[in-house]
């Protein structure tokens, strides 16, 4: 059971992370703006998703879009690394 659940599903979790992490920062490049990653404090508010979330446009908030650029390649890179290798865990 243990391989079924660090290594299939951290993989497939991690894969559709992945796509959704290259989906936002692919829009973020196109449209040159991106909203802003972590604004849900509640459970409630990350289940329904009714509090807009701030947009940051590259023309007028360029220091903030970057900030959340790379934050979006960071995780993309980090979804990347599990799918690949899939969930490390220690042995004893």
Same mark, same amino acid.
Request: aromatic share 18%.
């Given at each position: 059971?243990?391989?079924?659940?660090?290594?299939?599903?951290?993989?497939?979790?991690?894969?559709?992370?992945?796509?959704?992490?290259?989906?936002?920062?692919?829009?973020?490049?196109?449209?040159?703006?991106?909203?802003?990653?972590?604004?849900?404090?509640?459970?409630?508010?990350? =289940? &329904?998703?009714?509090?807009?979330?701030? /947009? %940051?446009?590259?023309?007028?908030?360029?220091?903030?879009?970057?900030?959340?650029?790379?934050?979006?390649?960071?995780? =993309? &890179?980090?979804?990347?690394?599990?799918? /690949? %290798?899939?969930?490390?865990?220690?042995?004893?």
């Amino acid at each position: 059971m243990k391989f079924f659940l660090y290594e299939v599903v951290a993989r497939l979790v991690a894969a559709y992370l992945c796509v959704d992490c290259g989906r936002t920062l692919w829009q973020g490049f196109v449209e040159r703006k991106i909203k802003f990653f972590h604004t849900h404090t509640d459970v409630m508010d990350w =289940l &329904l998703d009714w509090s807009p979330r701030p /947009i %940051f446009h590259r023309d007028t908030a360029p220091v903030r879009y970057w900030m959340e650029m790379s934050m979006q390649a960071v995780a =993309l &890179l980090a979804c990347f690394i599990v799918a /690949i %290798f899939g969930w490390f865990q220690s042995s004893s």
